[in-house]
């Protein structure tokens, strides 16, 4: 291929994938603010906990600000031709991916240690859990967990016991039960109360403690994770490569690259 072309090539690729990722930012941040000023009615349709909710629009917003800021340097950059742009768009990407293998590395090394405060953390919630609603964060959150996960407790029901291994009133959290079914009234499944249900019925609780939910959920879709892992870590690799390129080989005239034939 001619160099010039490559290089044109080069250009074009970054500038329209990184314009893509522009457009991908701005709306995360804008998806982000929507659900920071309409939690009402995100928390009413999916059911969620406004705290839940919070903590997703944090997190959209900001991953949708490093994208934009990422796709504008990466586009005017690459357009401009202006190294200095491009630079910052490398650091910056190399950054985010030694940020990801160190992630990984520590949670898979760390992995018991880690399951072990969380499981600490979740004794603690329990204690802690209000005998009437509604609860405040972060319990409000962990109801949200067993609802989704249809589990109850780290370990099982067994941790919503007193201390001593005895129940006692109101030992069950409400979000531990299956929710009542719909009715002709209501098409969609009622509400469960917030704080504890004493009078509980054993079937009607979730039998299977949260960390044995995760382990099945990460059992299931290992392949799927591991996959976008690894997708997302070569098209990061891949962007790195070609920005870099420009750098090293941009010239008005193209003169350096060819004098490198």
Same mark, same amino acid.
């Given at each position: 291929?001619?160099?010039?072309? =490559?290089?044109?090539?080069?250009? +074009?690729?970054?500038?329209?994938?990184?314009?893509?990722?522009?457009?991908?930012?701005?709306? %995360?941040?804008?998806?982000?603010?929507?659900?920071?000023?309409?939690?009402?009615?995100? /928390? /009413?349709?999916?059911?969620?906990?406004?705290?839940?909710?919070?903590?997703?629009?944090? /997190?959209?917003?900001?991953?949708?600000?490093?994208?934009?800021?990422?796709?504008?340097?990466?586009?005017?950059?690459? %357009? $401009?031709?202006?190294?200095?742009?491009?630079?910052?768009?490398?650091?910056?990407?190399?950054?985010?991916?030694?940020?990801?293998?160190?992630?990984?590395?520590?949670?898979?090394?760390?992995?018991?240690?880690?399951?072990?405060?969380?499981?600490?953390?979740? @004794?603690?919630?329990?204690?802690?859990? &209000?005998?009437?609603? #509604? #609860? $405040?964060? #972060?319990?409000?959150?962990?109801?949200?967990?067993?609802?989704?996960?249809?589990? =109850?407790?780290?370990?099982?029901? @067994?941790?919503?016991?007193?201390?001593?291994?005895?129940?006692?009133?109101?030992?069950?959290?409400?979000?531990?039960?299956? /929710?009542?079914? &719909?009715?002709?009234?209501? $098409?969609?499944?009622?509400?469960?109360?917030?704080?504890? =249900?004493?009078?509980?019925?054993? @079937?009607?609780?979730? #039998?299977?403690?949260?960390?044995?939910?995760? @382990?099945?959920?990460?059992?299931?879709?290992?392949?799927?994770?591991?996959?976008? +892992?690894?997708?997302?870590?070569?098209?990061?690799?891949?962007?790195?490569?070609?920005?870099?390129?420009?750098?090293?080989?941009?010239? &008005?005239?193209?003169? $350096?690259?060819?004098?490198?034939?």
């Amino acid at each position: 291929m001619n160099p010039k072309s =490559c290089l044109g090539f080069t250009k +074009c690729f970054l500038f329209l994938f990184n314009l893509f990722f522009f457009a991908l930012g701005s709306l %995360l941040v804008a998806f982000g603010l929507w659900i920071l000023f309409d939690r009402q009615s995100f /928390a /009413a349709v999916l059911g969620s906990p406004l705290y839940s909710l919070q903590v997703w629009s944090y /997190a959209f917003s900001g991953v949708g600000i490093v994208t934009m800021l990422l796709g504008f340097l990466g586009c005017l950059g690459a %357009l $401009k031709e202006i190294k200095a742009m491009l630079l910052l768009y490398f650091g910056i990407l190399l950054l985010l991916f030694a940020a990801q293998i160190t992630v990984g590395v520590i949670v898979y090394t760390q992995r018991i240690t880690l399951a072990t405060k969380v499981a600490t953390y979740v @004794q603690e919630l329990i204690q802690g859990y &209000p005998a009437q609603g #509604p #609860p $405040k964060d #972060p319990y409000e959150s962990w109801d949200a967990v067993q609802q989704q996960l249809r589990c =109850c407790g780290w370990n099982g029901p @067994q941790d919503w016991n007193d201390p001593d291994g005895s129940p006692g009133d109101g030992a069950i959290a409400c979000s531990c039960l299956e /929710a009542p079914a &719909p009715n002709s009234t209501h $098409k969609s499944r009622l509400a469960l109360p917030h704080g504890r =249900c004493p009078t509980a019925a054993p @079937q009607d609780i979730f #039998p299977m403690g949260c960390a044995e939910s995760v @382990q099945g959920w990460l059992a299931e879709n290992l392949v799927t994770v591991v996959g976008v +892992c690894l997708g997302i870590g070569l098209l990061e690799l891949c962007l790195l490569m070609l920005s870099m390129f420009l750098v090293r080989n941009l010239d &008005p005239d193209y003169e $350096k690259l060819l004098r490198g034939l």
